[in-house]
């Protein structure tokens, strides 16, 4: 899909198009270090496993497979039977399999035009929980549309932990991006040439694919889009993040549903916000009211931005229907969205990291016996495991 669009610059004043200035350099070169896990979030039919299974046996280590939708925990652990791989896998299903409630997820619950029926921060806060329990020290988040990650840089990524808190892979495939950042992407395309040549929007690192110290113990997933930015905001002030190596991400149409847009805005808005506070040096606790008041004016100009510059184009694809549609339901949504909903979700995230930071306060650090005596402390009944066992060194 490309725009007949003159490449322009975004107004930095409505819209920053790159955060990745936050991101920090190591200070050497890499220390090769093992993977713990490979930790997966799964949907997507079995085979978008091949590439985890395949990465976990290069690396000498196994996968932790959280599954719904299409594809099922005993279809996981029957692939790493297959390759030889060690697979934990489990069923997720609404049961809160030992979870703490999360405030932020009942302020979602009360707002329906905020709601956002995913499952993926519960599988990846299970396996933070699973990942703990067994004294594991370094694990490898990958979601099951990445590919094409390079073991050493794995093992890079592992031994800059301890430096950086969280170290993520430069995804070198199709963008990660909001519906509304893609918009701006495609109106940097000069559809004469076919080549990108005013990509304003930048990628950030994402847990898509992201080295994570275990030993956090204060951060956590909250169910909302943009959840692997609050992960980042809630290591703390000091937090470091890093990055290395490479991976990449499947194409998808971030336009072939504009119900899309709507199921983002708010965490987009969100996270956005707060990571312009960041940019500008400033602290989280500057997301008082008036500031939230100051950001969505600036977030409603930067949807208008997009939609006047949409509608200016001339278009050589007939789904710029479908652009305009995710656009306008960018808006709806924004539209619902006041200054208060922010003041108040923030404060219940910071109270969920609290929730989190006393939940795992009153259970083991680790347990001797490693994943196996994780399993049995935790008592997930519809837990199944490959019969390669899991690599002795832990």
């Given at each position: 899909?490309?725009?007949?669009?003159?490449?322009?610059?975004?107004?930095?004043?409505i819209?920053?198009?790159?955060?990745?200035?936050?991101?920090?350099?190591?200070?050497?070169?890499?220390?090769?270090?093992?993977?713990?896990?490979?930790?997966v979030?799964?949907?997507?039919?079995v085979?978008?496993?091949?590439?985890?299974?395949?990465?976990a046996?290069?690396?000498?280590?196994?996968?932790?497979?959280?599954?719904?939708?299409?594809?099922?925990?005993?279809?996981?652990?029957?692939?790493?039977?297959?390759?030889?791989?060690?697979?934990?896998?489990l069923?997720?299903?609404?049961?809160p399999?030992?979870?703490?409630?999360?405030?932020?997820?009942?302020?979602?619950?009360?707002?329906?035009d905020?709601?956002r029926?995913?499952d993926?921060?519960?599988?990846?806060?299970?396996?933070?929980?699973?990942?703990?329990?067994?004294?594991?020290?370094?694990?490898?988040?990958?979601?099951?549309?990445?590919?094409?990650?390079d073991?050493?840089?794995?093992?890079?990524?592992?031994?800059?932990l301890g430096?950086?808190?969280?170290?993520g892979?430069?995804?070198?495939?199709?963008?990660d991006?909001?519906?509304?950042?893609?918009?701006?992407?495609?109106?940097?395309y000069?559809a004469?040439d076919?080549?990108?040549?005013?990509?304003e929007?930048?990628?950030?690192?994402?847990v898509g694919?992201?080295?994570?110290?275990?030993?956090?113990?204060?951060?956590?997933?909250?169910?909302?889009?943009?959840?692997?930015?609050?992960?980042?905001?809630g290591?703390?002030?000091?937090?470091?993040?890093?990055?290395?190596?490479?991976?990449?991400?499947?194409w998808?149409?971030?336009?072939e549903?504009?119900?899309?847009?709507?199921?983002?805005?708010?965490?987009?808005?969100?996270?956005?916000?707060?990571?312009?506070?960041l940019?500008?040096?400033?602290?989280?606790?500057?997301?008082?009211?008036?500031?939230?008041?100051?950001?969505?004016?600036?977030?409603?100009l930067?949807?208008?931005?997009?939609?006047?510059?949409v509608?200016?184009q001339?278009?050589?694809?007939?789904?710029?229907a479908?652009?305009r549609?995710?656009?306008?339901?960018?808006?709806?949504?924004l539209?619902?969205?006041?200054?208060?909903f922010?003041?108040?979700?923030?404060?219940?995230?910071?109270?969920?990291?609290?929730?989190?930071?006393?939940?795992?306060?009153?259970?083991?650090?680790?347990l001797?016996?490693?994943?196996?005596?994780?399993?049995?402390?935790?008592?997930?009944g519809?837990?199944i495991?490959s019969?390669?066992?899991?690599?002795?060194?832990f």
């Open positions: 899909m490309t725009l007949d669009a003159q490449p322009q610059p975004i107004d930095p004043t819209h920053h198009p790159s955060h990745r200035h936050l991101l920090k350099k190591p200070t050497g070169p890499a220390r090769h270090t093992s993977v713990d896990a490979v930790i979030p799964a949907a997507r039919p085979d978008y496993l091949d590439n985890a299974v395949a990465l046996g290069k690396l000498g280590t196994g996968v932790v497979a959280m599954c719904s939708g299409a594809v099922t925990a005993d279809e996981a652990v029957r692939l790493g039977d297959t390759n030889s791989v060690p697979v934990i896998a069923d997720v299903t609404d049961e399999c030992g979870l703490p409630t999360f405030s932020t997820s009942e302020f979602l619950q009360n707002h329906s905020f709601a029926p995913s993926t921060s519960r599988k990846r806060n299970l396996a933070l929980l699973l990942s703990r329990l067994a004294g594991w020290e370094r694990v490898l988040f990958l979601d099951d549309d990445i590919y094409d990650v073991p050493a840089d794995a093992q890079a990524a592992a031994g800059l430096e950086f808190d969280v170290v892979l430069n995804n070198e495939g199709y963008p991006n909001s519906v509304t950042c893609h918009v701006l992407r495609l109106l940097g000069d004469a076919r080549n990108v040549v005013s990509c929007q930048v990628q950030f690192v994402g694919g992201m080295a994570v110290s275990i030993k956090l113990d204060c951060s956590f997933f909250p169910n909302i889009y943009n959840q692997d930015w609050f992960f980042i905001l290591l703390g002030e000091s937090r470091r993040i890093g990055v290395t190596g490479s991976m990449k991400q499947r998808y149409d971030p336009f549903d504009p119900d899309r847009a709507r199921r983002e805005e708010f965490g987009d808005c969100l996270a956005e916000g707060l990571f312009w506070l940019d500008d040096g400033q602290s989280l606790k500057h997301s008082d009211l008036g500031y939230w008041r100051e950001f969505i004016d600036r977030r409603k930067f949807l208008e931005y997009l939609s006047s510059r509608n200016e001339e278009f050589d694809h007939a789904a710029i479908q652009i549609a995710s656009l306008a339901r960018s808006q709806e949504v539209a619902e969205i006041q200054p208060e922010c003041v108040e979700y923030v404060e219940r995230w910071r109270s969920d990291r609290d929730t989190w930071r006393s939940f795992l306060e009153q259970r083991p650090a680790s001797c016996g490693g994943s196996d005596a994780a399993l049995e402390y935790l008592g997930w519809a837990v495991k019969s390669v066992s899991w690599p002795t060194r």
